[in-house]
Structure formats: C-alpha cells, structure tokens
C-alpha cells in the first residue's frame, strides 16, 4: 500500500515512518510513501498558494491552481489513487474507515493549512472527508497521519501478530476493549485480576466481556 501526502511541510510527516511498526512495514514493502508539495506547482512568481478570502474574512485560503496541478499529476502517476481531505467540517473518521481504506492501493491525503483549502478543490477531487475530532488544528498533517496510522495496521502482514486486530476497541462488537495487564503481578500492592491469572481461557473470555462491557457504559453510555 502507498500513502501520497500533499502537503506544504513533508517533514512534519517523514520523521513518523522513521522507527517502530511503521518503519518495518516500509523495509519489507508492505508500505511506502511519497510527497507533493503544491508550491512546486505553483504558477504565481512568487511562490504564493494560498490567497485571501472571496467575501471577506480573516486569514488566507489554500487556492485551486496549485492544488488541481497537483493533483492532476498525481491520478497520472496513481491512476487509482483515493483522495481524502482531512477537515474539521466532515464526518468522524472511525476504525471501519480504517479497515475499508486498508484494502486500497493508493491513499492521497491532502492536508490544508491557514483558513484551509478552497471549496472547489475539495468538490472536484474528493473521494472522501474525514474529520479526527471535534476541534481545530493548525493544519492537516496531524490528522492525515492519524488516519495512515490508523489505516496501516488493518494492511496484511503489517502487525507482526495478526491476533493483535481481533480484541481491540471500535470493532464490530461495538465494545471498548477491556483492561490489559502485564507483568510484574504485583506491583506496589496493586494486584492484576486474580481469573486472569488462573489459566481457565473461558472464564478469562467472560471476565474480559463483562469489563468490556462496563467500561463502555462509562465511557460511552
């Protein structure tokens, strides 16, 4: 799978592919990534890709030219590319979109800046919008890697435990995932579930539904 970044600061992005789960799936080419950056693309003399805003308002607005170029030469590259842009106006990014977007070949992720990106680009090359959560960040580099992250261990081979995908939180149970525990047993007089210690798998499997359970009454009531 390949991830494109769009984005006026790739290394905002780089560093993060560098170490860990990530950087392993890259040597073993389960995973690649590249980056355009608009103002390679831009016609104006002085660089300029964003401009301000029709009808007034603070701030200044990613602009089209750059944008359609750049787009338009990454289809020619990634005839299957899927573009997403992150935005604070669109539906919440969960993990059924991360498992459904692992099946794809080529992800594009276009991360605004500023006042964000002009509306005509978004409605022309769009395949999907996601928003990460409900505030505002200072670009769309944050949440483009949430989602590649998010994407990249639902893409085969990637988690070195395959096993480790079927007891997490938001799958298809509709259940946060329960408590885990890892050795030492006791540590400063804090103990681990004594049934979790007891060998009996199918009394472990309910002990860890009812947790599931209430920890998602609580959370998510």
Do not use: W
């Not at 938001?170 to 060998?199: M, Q």
Request: hydrophobic share 35%; charged share 25%.
């Amino acid at each position: 799978m390949n991830f494109t970044f769009i984005t006026l600061f790739p290394n905002l992005i780089d560093f993060y592919f560098k170490d860990s789960i990530l950087k392993i799936a890259i040597e073993k080419k389960l995973l690649s990534y590249d980056f355009f950056n608009p103002r390679d693309y831009t016609t104006n003399k002085h660089k300029k890709v964003d401009d301000t805003l029709c009808g007034g308002g603070a701030g200044q607005l990613l602009t089209t030219q750059p944008l359609f170029d750049c787009i338009d030469d990454i289809k020619s590259k990634y005839p299957d590319a899927y573009i997403i842009f992150p935005l604070a106006a669109a539906k919440p990014f969960n993990q059924k979109d991360a498992k459904r977007l692992a099946k794809k070949k080529n992800v594009v992720f276009v991360s605004g800046r500023y006042e964000g990106i002009d509306e005509r680009v978004i409605e022309t090359y769009a395949n999907e919008v996601f928003s990460v959560g409900e505030y505002i960040l200072t670009g769309g580099e944050l949440p483009s890697l949430v989602m590649a992250d998010a994407i990249s261990r639902n893409v085969d081979k990637v988690l070195g435990n395959q096993d480790s995908l079927e007891d997490e939180s938001y799958n298809d149970n509709g259940l946060l995932e329960a408590p885990s525990f890892a050795k030492p047993i006791n540590y400063k007089d804090l103990s681990v579930p004594s049934e979790y210690l007891k060998g009996n798998h199918s009394k472990i499997t309910d002990l860890k539904n009812k947790l599931s359970m209430c920890k998602t009454k609580y959370y998510r009531p």
